[in-house]
């Protein structure tokens, strides 16, 4: 389907957090990890979707590397989360490192 409604990514949010879906919160996380897969599925994003490697340079200008799989991979085994963090945390976190993969693209390429 190409609603993003986070449905398809509800039970594995639960099972990482260990949270009720009821959770405003988690369904939030269920669209970030569903509209990531999308991305990467979509026509350009399996570029995004893995580390940058022998692009000539990019380890000089780019100095904090990321990508959409690194950004799923840490939701899927809870990474984002640490001791004392909240899920909102989780949220914020994922989202800047979503935001950091555009803003290596631009500064890499312009």
Do not use: H
């Not at 940058?52 to 200008?61: L, Q, T």
């Amino acid at each position: 389907s190409d609603t993003i409604d986070g449905s398809s990514m509800v039970s594995r949010v639960q099972k990482v957090y260990g949270v009720d879906a009821s959770d405003d919160i988690v369904k939030l996380i269920s669209i970030i990890r569903q509209m990531l897969d999308s991305l990467v599925n979509y026509d350009f994003g399996r570029m995004f979707s893995v580390p940058v490697v022998g692009a000539p340079g990019y380890e000089k200008i780019v100095k904090t590397p990321m990508d959409l799989g690194t950004v799923m991979e840490k939701l899927d085994s809870g990474t984002y989360r640490t001791a004392g963090s909240s899920l909102e945390d989780v949220v914020v976190r994922a989202l800047n490192d979503v935001e950091l993969v555009w803003q290596n693209c631009f500064l890499y390429n312009c």
